[in-house]
């Protein structure tokens, strides 16, 4: 297969797929041995969909929005998403920004 990012050779490799963080496996990719790019393929994206399902965390990505709270922003988690973390009130979390577009929140 030749790269759609830029003309390199792409070789069949089996390459870690992860989703919102969460490992879901690994899968036959086309792998561009010029600039790195994975491109997994239709019977591996079909594999991966299954995957994600089965794991019940397809479509996690949720909208949401910062509110206020005294005098600290507040961004509420959906509840998909605490459940899956099993996240509690009181749980201590580190925050830190990662760039100037993403948060991200550790659990202890
Ligand atoms: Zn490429």
């Known amino acids: 297969m030749e790269c759609p990012m830029c003309n390199g050779k792409t070789e069949r490799k089996k390459k870690l797929y992860t989703y919102s963080g969460v490992k879901l496996g690994v899968f036959d990719a086309d792998v561009c041995s010029k600039c790195g790019e994975v491109f997994f393929t239709e019977s591996a994206s079909d594999e991966i969909d299954a995957k994600a399902k089965e794991m019940g965390i397809w479509g ?47 659990i202890s």
């Open 60 to 106: 996690f990505e949720k909208k949401s929005k910062i509110t206020y709270s005294g005098n600290s922003l507040m961004v509420r988690i959906p509840n998909a998403i605490s459940k899956f973390l099993s996240l509690k009130k009181g749980r201590e979390i580190t925050i830190r920004p990662e760039g100037k577009k993403k948060i991200v929140v550790e």
